[in-house]
């Protein structure tokens, strides 16, 4: 364990988000915004809302770092057409430090891989958490966003990352499987930890008015039956012919259809987001992976 702590890079006062600054240039140490984007069921859109909302607050001026923590079925990368040489499960058994792994996403964005088809790690011990704070500890100063893509469904390792966070985003679809999974992600959040604030965020839907149902829908329940919940609604994407081509294309919606009805959805979701102060309670990102201890 002391040898992999002790891979840690130290700052040199480069800007991470430089263009003309490696990519394994270490980091800073001020506040930073974590949000983690988690759905009941897979199959919802999640991981291409990550990106492109990357991507959107990007383009917003945020420097944007994205965790892929669907740690055994990565998924980031494959939607970017990325191939990264290595990935958290280095970062984690120590051969690899923290900015050596990250990899260039779209724009400005940089992405932390997971990795695929590795089933321990969707279980993390005690000590991987540990290494993760230290690792990590140093990132406050050259991102302004953490964006966490968690894996579905309600796994220790979506729990613990969901606990860390100041915000969470669920993102749901019309369909009755996505609510109903959905609803329970957020109840067992609400009943085992007693978190209780939501954003609902309606993927892959008609049109606003759908969306809006999605969000009642999920939110009546919970009103009846969480008492205290605050579910708060970010917004809608609408089910557009852009988002699969550009999966297809291995591209971020924004890239590849900036014109698209999804797109300027997601950057109005991006805006909505950008312009809500983050809640201050957990204010920065030693708090962020030291919590994760207690998890």
Same mark, same amino acid.
């Given at each position: 364990m002391d040898q992999a702590l002790g891979l840690k890079g130290k700052g040199t006062g480069q800007d991470l988000w430089d263009d003309n600054r490696p990519l394994n240039a270490p980091f800073g140490d001020k506040a930073i915004r974590t949000i983690a984007v988690s759905s009941?069921?897979?199959? !919802?859109?999640?991981?291409?809302?990550?990106?492109?909302?990357?991507l959107a607050l990007d383009r917003l001026g945020q420097r944007v770092l994205i965790l892929d923590a669907d740690?055994?079925?990565?998924?980031?990368?494959?939607?970017?057409?990325?191939?990264?040489?290595?990935?958290?499960? =280095?970062?984690?058994?120590?051969?690899?430090r923290f900015e050596e792994v990250l990899v260039a996403g779209p724009g400005s964005v940089r992405i932390m891989p997971a990795s695929s088809g590795v089933q321990e790690l969707t279980r993390l011990s005690d000590e991987q958490k540990l290494l993760?704070?230290?690792?990590l500890d140093d990132l406050e100063g050259d991102v302004d966003v953490l964006?966490?893509?968690?894996? #579905?469904?309600i796994s220790d390792t979506v729990l613990y990352f969901n606990l860390a966070a100041q915000?969470?985003?669920?993102?749901?679809?019309?369909?009755?499987?996505?609510?109903?999974d959905a609803y329970a992600f957020i109840k067992v959040m609400y009943t085992r930890h007693g978190e209780r604030t939501f954003k609902i965020l309606a993927n892959n !839907?008609?049109?606003?008015?759908?969306?809006?149902?999605?969000?009642?829908?999920?939110?009546?329940? #919970?009103? =009846?039956?969480?008492?205290?919940?605050?579910?708060?609604?970010?917004?809608?994407?609408?089910?557009?012919?852009?988002?699969?081509e550009s999966v297809r294309r291995q591209q971020a919606l924004l890239q590849a259809f900036p014109g698209a009805p999804a797109a300027k959805a997601i950057m109005?979701?991006?805006?909505?987001? =950008?312009?809500?102060?983050?809640?201050?309670?957990?204010g920065n990102i030693q708090f962020f992976w030291r919590r994760l201890l207690h998890v």
């Open positions: 009941g069921k897979g199959g !919802v859109g999640k991981s291409n809302v990550v990106v492109n909302l990357a740690l055994g079925l990565a998924n980031v990368d494959v939607l970017l057409g990325l191939a990264p040489k290595f990935n958290i499960s =280095h970062v984690l058994e120590g051969s690899k993760l704070v230290d690792l964006l966490i893509d968690t894996g #579905a469904g915000e969470k985003i669920v993102v749901v679809t019309s369909e009755p499987t996505s609510l109903t !839907v008609g049109d606003e008015r759908e969306g809006r149902r999605v969000f009642s829908k999920i939110s009546r329940v #919970a009103d =009846h039956f969480l008492d205290g919940l605050s579910l708060d609604y970010v917004g809608w994407i609408p089910r557009d012919p852009s988002v699969p109005d979701i991006a805006k909505r987001i =950008h312009r809500q102060p983050p809640p201050g309670l957990k």
